[in-house]
Every structure is written in C-alpha cells, then in structure tokens.
C-alpha cells in the first residue's frame, strides 16, 4: 500500500478549507446584496407614502410585504454551502465516517478497555493484599498480647 505524504494531505485539506471559506464568503456578500436590491422598492415606497409611520409599523409592512423574492435563491445556494460544508468537514455530530475515523475510534475503544483492564488487576491486587495482611493478623496468637493492649 503506497504511503501518502503528510505535508500533500496537510496541503489538500488547507486548500480544501480555504475554498470552502472563499464560497461561504461570496454567498454572504451575495445574498446581502440580493436582499438590498429586492429591498430597495419596499423602502421605496415606505419613504414616499408612509413617511410618519413608527418602527413597530415598518417592521410589521416589512413582514407582510408581498414582493420579497430574495430568500429563495439564498435558501437553496445555502444547501449548496450545507452540502459543501459537510464535504470539507464532515456532517456534525457524525463526523467524517471514513477509515481514519474507524481507525481513531478503535484506538481509543481499545485504551478505554485496556485501562478498564488495569483497573480491575490493580483493584484485585489490592484485594489480595488486604486478604494478606488479614491472614497474617489472624495468625497473631492471643496469648502473647498483653492485658493493657486490650481495651
């Protein structure tokens, strides 16, 4: 199996960001300037024919303004970003569910158990040395204690 160099997979993957980041970028930028665009009639004419009108109102003909179209190119670039996302780095939660995973989650099963292993020896150990010093203790001959040793 041929051996990849680390500092071209190191590489691959800054580059592999670096676009992601780029595209992230350009649809930020791009979607505010579609919402300013499909904005600007509404302001338009907010500016002309409601010129007292309060902040509560504004924002409540804002909601209801029927001419927005904005968002739907922003929704579906925005899965095309989702999808590229989980491309460069995996889908949250689950991660990249490739071998490298298998291979970082067996080492660590295989810690977890080696230590749950030591543990249980060492715990055994300890065992087996209380029962020890109890033998040895039980050995001790009443005789030769003294009356002032017993309570």
Do not use: C
């Not at 670096?18 to 300013?36: E, S």
């Not at 071998?99 to 295989?110: A, G, H, V």
């Not at 230590?115 to 010093?133: F, G, H, M, Q």
């Amino acid at each position: 199996m041929k051996k990849r160099d680390p500092y071209k997979l190191a590489r691959r993957r800054v580059i592999r960001k670096k676009r992601f980041y780029q595209h992230l970028t350009v649809y930020i930028a791009v979607a505010l300037f579609l919402f300013g665009l499909n904005a600007i009639p509404f302001f338009f004419n907010w500016l002309n024919y409601y010129p007292g009108m309060s902040l509560e109102e504004i924002m409540r003909q804002a909601y209801y303004y029927p001419n927005w179209w904005f968002q739907y190119p922003a929704m579906s670039w925005g899965l095309a970003i989702l999808l590229h996302y989980s491309a460069v780095f995996g889908i949250p939660v689950i991660g990249n569910l490739d071998e490298k995973w298998e291979k970082r989650t067996m080492e660590q099963e295989l810690k977890r158990l080696n230590a749950k292993e030591l543990n249980a020896k060492d715990s055994s150990k300890k065992v087996s040395e209380d029962k020890l010093t109890l033998k040895e203790l039980q050995k001790v001959k009443l005789q030769e204690l003294d009356d002032s040793e017993l309570v």
